[in-house]
């Protein structure tokens, strides 16, 4: 076994890496795969490592970063506008399934300090995996979508009384626990305003004064500085680490600089969180689970039946179908990455004996390891308990929709109904199109109603729901919103349905217009390129060039499907994340100096399109020749932009000039 603390970190990169390819290949949560890599390294007994104090430190910091990321996610007027979910079901799931775990970890002989952690931790809910996954199924928007993010804000809220709480019931556990909670909250709040109000008055312009220095580095530097500094605060006052953490980031999320600094804090918190749930993994002991697997097999049983049968029924309280309430219980059923930092934070402070510890951090590795089946499958086990209802109620919706259209022919079908599908029903209304549009959100097709649109509620990607839009007899389909799992779903029915109908699809650039396209769009408009058409038209009329030039320019861009603006220089931000969008096509440029294998050959005889890689153009003396034909002999000297991908264009690269 490698010695030190290299060896170790070593250890757990080699293992890190081979489990998250693993779990991505089969689309599973980082999270689980983490928390398996600590599993399997962390068994001493089997010969693993140990975690030191630094690995400890630096586990602390990745929730740290966690808790700042969930403060620049905060909105006061989105937690207004869910008020009745969120305060209402969110509030009510944490307080009953707390008191519920709480009750029966005293009654199988916890401490009351250890029972309302437990409580606390297995109320908890996974945000990353139910957002990422429902994002995926396109189920985000849907009505059991909302009634489960609703309650998943609550939860995320409900975190930060426990981190106040916590370390003061680990001082009180010997003695009278009333007051001393009394004070930590009060504490927690006066702690909380006052950062809030510091941050309200200093931090917007000491942000302007950093980004007026147009400096990365310096920019990165203050977001540590502000972050960190605010979790010392909060741990000065006796409270958490990253309860100031949160703090931070609320103050953080209301200014214009949130998106700048969420992208610059990613880095940190992925890596840090990462070892932060790989030294939650390390604390399972493998070797104890033949006396305690009844038990926590019991506890992840009963969580998971608990919980979808208490957010059911209180989703079916508050309107809900059966159906829905079912799917929205099963998608919360699990315990989720916050049930660690408090699982953590109560073994920190003693407040959990060791066999304890395991069960409940086993039930709640294994509910995490259910919840991709039971979000994946919450549709086809709704059906299956309330088919009929459930089935009844969408009939339902589908016949008010089609009675609303019944009278409609050639008629345009808006999908999604935001500001731009909105703008686009506007310009219908001007020229006497009749239209009909289907949108997720119940309060903005209230309203579009009562002011007279022709909006109904429903889900688009659902074939009936096109078909009850009348789909048989429209005239055109138009995509408004920017989804491209949605928009493939739909153009899957349509083509399907109506293979000759005209689809105009939205999306925020040219990534997936290839995919779209061949999915069967009849045009794909992305926001970014037309912007630019948009810019330059202005731009070219204030320069005096004609205006029926200006037009035949943007015709011919629009005819060519976009390929004369499609390539873009990336720039060494782009190029240096590793994120999707640094992988897409982009252009390139290559010289050719003496001795280069390109040299005197023609472009047909490299053959780079054979390669993935188009030559776009070709600068020779300072002139650039714009598409360069296959026959173009190439000379030392010339400058070739390439488009490509960036594997493509470096095996192109390395052709031109090596061979």
Not at 353 to 361: E, H, K, N, R, W
Not at 469 to 483: E, H, K, T, V, Y
Not at 573 to 597: I, K, M, N, P, Y
Request: overall charge neutral.
């Amino acid at each position: 076994m490698i010695q030190g603390v290299f060896g170790d970190v070593l250890i757990l990169l080699a293992a890190a890496v081979l489990v998250v390819a693993l779990f991505r290949r089969f689309n599973l949560p980082p999270i689980l795969a983490y928390l398996v890599v600590g599993v399997i390294v962390g068994q001493q007994s089997l010969g693993g490592i140990s975690v030191s104090e630094d690995a400890h430190f630096l586990a602390e910091l990745g929730v740290v970063f966690l808790m700042f990321s969930i403060g620049l996610e905060f909105s006061l007027p989105r937690l207004l506008s869910m008020k009745g979910v969120v305060l209402g079901l969110g509030g009510a799931q944490v307080v009953v399934s707390t008191l519920a775990g709480a009750l029966v970890a005293f009654l199988l002989g916890m401490t009351p300090q250890g029972a309302l952690v437990v409580g606390g931790l297995l109320a908890m809910s996974s945000t990353a995996i139910v957002s990422k996954q429902l994002a995926e199924q396109v189920e985000i928007h849907s009505r059991h979508g909302r009634f489960a993010m609703g309650i998943l804000l609550f939860q995320d809220l409900a975190v930060i009384p426990f981190l106040v709480v916590i370390p003061t019931l680990a001082i009180s556990a010997s003695g009278a626990t009333a007051m001393p909670l009394l004070w930590a909250l009060t504490k927690g709040v006066l702690v909380s305003a006052l950062l809030l109000a510091a941050g309200h008055w200093l931090l917007r312009p000491l942000f302007r004064e950093v980004a007026a220095r147009h400096s990365a580095e310096l920019f990165m530097l203050t977001v540590l500085l502000v972050t960190l500094t605010a979790a010392w605060a909060t741990q000065q006052a006796g409270l958490s680490l990253v309860l100031g953490a949160f703090l931070a980031g609320m103050m953080l999320g209301e200014t214009e600089f949130r998106h700048q600094v969420e992208a610059d804090i990613r880095p940190f918190q992925h890596v840090l969180l990462g070892l932060f749930f790989i030294t939650i993994g390390m604390r399972l002991d493998i070797t104890a689970l033949p006396a305690i697997w009844f038990w926590a097999l019991l506890v992840t049983v009963g969580l998971v039946l608990f919980k979808t049968a208490l957010i059911a029924g209180l989703t079916r309280f508050a309107g809900a179908e059966r159906g829905v309430a079912l799917r929205s219980g099963l998608v919360l059923a699990h315990s989720g990455e916050f049930s660690f930092v408090l699982l953590s934070l109560a073994l920190d402070n003693h407040l959990m004996d060791g066999q304890a510890s395991q069960i409940v951090l086993a039930a709640v590795l294994l509910s995490m390891a259910l919840s991709p089946l039971l979000i994946r499958y919450n549709g086809a086990l709704a059906k299956r308990f309330f088919g009929q209802s459930y089935g009844r109620n969408r009939a339902q919706m589908e016949e008010a929709i089609s009675t609303s259209t019944r009278a409609m022919t050639q008629h345009i079908i808006i999908c999604g109904y935001g500001r731009v599908g909105q703008n686009i029903a506007r310009q219908l209304e001007q020229e006497g199109f009749e239209f009909v549009a289907l949108d997720m959100d119940p309060l903005r097709v209230r309203e579009a109603r009562e002011a007279g649109d022709a909006v109904n509620y429903g889900n688009s990607t659902r074939q009936g729901m096109l078909e009850a839009a009348g789909l048989d007899s429209a005239r055109a389909l138009i995509i408004s919103f920017q989804d491209i799992a949605a928009s493939l779903k739909i153009l899957g029915h349509v083509r399907r349905l109506r293979p000759e109908l005209p689809v105009l699809v939205r999306t925020r650039d040219d990534t997936d217009l290839d995919r779209l396209q061949a999915a069967g769009a009849t045009e794909v408009v992305p926001e970014t390129l037309e912007a630019s058409l948009m810019l330059a038209s202005h731009l070219l009329l204030i320069l005096g060039v004609p205006m029926s030039k200006i037009v035949r320019r943007m015709r011919e861009v629009h005819n060519d499907r976009y390929r004369l603006l499609r390539g873009f220089f990336p720039g060494a931000d782009q190029a240096a994340t590793g994120s999707l969008e640094a992988q897409r096509e982009r252009l390139h440029t290559v010289a050719l100096e003496e001795g280069a294998f390109g040299v005197g050959r023609t472009l047909g005889e490299l053959g780079l399109d054979k390669l993935g890689v188009v030559a776009t153009a070709v600068r020779r003396s300072g002139i650039r020749g714009i598409a360069p034909e296959p026959s173009t002999l190439l000379r030392v000297g010339d400058v070739l932009v390439l488009y490509g991908t960036p594997p493509d264009l470096a095996r192109v690269e390395t052709l031109l000039l090596r061979g």
